[in-house]
């Protein structure tokens, strides 16, 4: 069975850091792109960051670059998104996603719905909220 489960959530002052975590288990990343997503109340699904390990593709939404890194540890079967200079933009729901067929990153971003599966190897965390104010 599948697991994702994200912690490290909080609140954190405007230029400040936070560094979310994803457990996953049942999967293995080579076979998986994983990527974060949030949600902000009223606003889309946004796509945050990807990497897919087997090439080592990695992709940011723009407004993140410079900022946010994702990054995997095979070992403990670990996603990270460590989030700097945070921007009052940045709040919202950040959910962990794993996908054995990622659709594509078009005009620098992945559309689609967080936390609905678009397919039997689409999986997603629970979500861990993310706070930026002073």
């Known amino acids: 069975q599948v697991q994702l489960v994200e912690s490290g959530g909080g609140l954190a002052q405007p230029g400040g850091s936070l560094r979310l975590s994803c457990a996953a288990s049942?999967?293995?990343?080579?076979?998986?792109?994983m990527g974060w997503y949030r949600q902000a109340p009223g606003k889309e699904c946004e796509s945050v960051a990807q990497?897919?390990?087997?090439?080592?593709?990695?992709n940011y939404v723009d407004s993140v670059k410079g900022r946010f890194t994702i990054s995997i540890d095979n070992a403990e079967n670990m996603v990270y998104l460590q989030m700097n200079s945070l921007e009052p933009e940045d709040p919202g729901v950040y959910y962990c996603?794993?996908?054995?067929?990622?659709?594509?990153?078009?005009?620098?971003?992945?559309?689609?719905?967080?936390?609905?599966?678009?397919?039997?190897?689409?999986?997603w965390g629970q979500g861990t909220q993310v706070t930026v104010s002073s």
């Open positions: 996603n794993a996908d054995q067929l990622p659709m594509p990153w078009l005009e620098g971003r992945i559309t689609r719905q967080c936390v609905v599966q678009e397919h039997d190897y689409d999986y």
């Open positions: 990497i897919i390990s087997i090439d080592n593709t990695v």
């Open positions: 049942g999967i293995s990343f080579s076979n998986y792109a």
